[in-house]
């Protein structure tokens, strides 16, 4: 038998790669490389409004850590890497072939105070027509996971009957009273204060960090600072679950049950109301009702068994955050990865040599 068949050519002999060549495999290397650190490892987001003002601000760029919960194996793998879903309204994805929902192990589990970053789930309705992870990515922190009963009372989140610890930089907005002399706009910039709303021509409710409330109140033209809670009497039909049986609102809510993997409810107006999103849209069962008798998937049931884990994610700037309170629970598949760090953070509202470079949270922890 010939064995030099399996040896290799000496150097000299080899044919030299052209510098095309050279390019191309480089390229394609990088590329690999990086779909997989992007697909698997980790990821960039950019924090795109003001829900977790106070914690992350916006024009924050962090890192995402993937193989905390575990990487999300894509739901449309016909895609062009490293784009956004649309790009000048063209869908830089093809919808056609799309795998089921699989998740390889990771290094943990999602805990309450996580900050997570997820799909947002009300673009799960058919009128979207959007692949799970091809959906907008939001980033909220987690409050409730499942199983765990979740209660708002004054805006205070109660856990399984126990008060859940605050974030550090929290935020909720106050009723700013004046005398008729309006607040100076450079203040205004300078606290990071937002109107939230006009009550009537003296009276606002704005967005104020703790940190200047003080300074704020010892302005003569300020005659009140309150704290702004919308009364429980209140309730608010924007507010899930849509539904005037439930009497709730943004700052007074609950009690809602987590639904878990595995739980199993009866059928029943109330149960329906609160869970009918989850069984119907993101499980993606037919659910019709004929008087009092409940059909899943054609066939007349009395329970009904959740195949997911599910959670409850909120913004820290509390009054100024579209979560959960509005849009319901979170589905596992919808899970993206969990926030670890600042790496980069910009201020639009000032020039180049003025603090636009937040130097001061260049890679901050994410907590």
């Not at 992007?38 to 829900?51: D, E, H, K, Q, V």
């Not at 009963?149 to 859940?164: R, Y």
């Not at 700013?176 to 709303?197: A, H, K, L």
């Not at 059928?267 to 993606?284: G, H, K, Q, W």
């Amino acid at each position: 038998m010939n064995w030099n068949i399996f040896k290799r050519k000496p150097k000299a002999e080899r044919k030299k790669k052209s510098k095309t060549r050279e390019w191309v495999d480089a390229i394609v290397f990088a590329v690999i490389a990086a779909t997989i650190i992007r697909g698997l490892l980790f990821s960039a987001y950019a924090i795109p409004s003001g829900s977790m003002e106070g914690t992350q601000l916006v024009g924050d760029y962090l890192f995402v850590s993937k193989i905390s919960y575990g990487p999300r194996i894509a739901n449309t793998p016909l895609a062009i890497p490293f784009t956004e879903p649309k790009v000048f309204g063209i869908k830089t994805y093809l919808s056609f072939l799309q795998l089921p929902y699989w998740r390889l192990p990771g290094t943990s589990e999602v805990k309450k105070g996580d900050i997570v970053v997820f799909n947002k789930p009300d673009e799960a309705d058919l009128e979207h027509s959007i692949p799970v992870d091809e959906r907008t990515s939001l980033i909220k922190r987690c409050q409730a996971t499942p199983g765990d009963t979740l209660t708002i009372v004054n805006t205070q989140v109660f856990i399984n009957g126990k008060a859940a610890p605050n974030a550090p930089n929290q935020q909720t907005s106050y009723l700013v009273t004046t005398n008729g002399i309006p607040i100076n706009p450079q203040i205004m910039t300078d606290f990071s204060m937002e109107t939230i709303s006009i009550k009537d021509s003296n009276t606002f409710e704005m967005i104020i960090p703790k940190e200047h409330l003080a300074e704020l109140k010892s302005y003569s033209n300020i005659k009140s600072i309150i704290t702004y809670i919308r009364s429980a009497k209140d309730p608010d039909p924007e507010v899930f679950p849509h539904d005037a049986k439930f009497k709730w609102n943004e700052d007074n809510f609950g009690p809602l049950i987590m639904p878990k993997r595995g739980w199993t409810i009866p059928l029943n107006d109330s149960t329906m109301t609160l869970y009918r999103r989850a069984i119907e849209v993101y499980e993606n069962n037919k659910v019709a009702v004929n008087g009092k008798d409940f059909y899943i998937n054609g066939k007349k049931a009395d329970t009904y068994t959740f195949k997911m884990n599910y959670y409850w994610m909120m913004g820290d700037n509390r009054h100024n955050s579209l979560d959960c309170r509005f849009w319901g629970y979170v589905p596992e598949d919808h899970i993206v990865g969990k926030a670890m760090m600042t790496f980069f953070s910009t201020d639009s509202t000032k020039g180049l040599f003025s603090g636009k470079i937040r130097w001061n949270r260049i890679f901050k922890p994410i907590n």
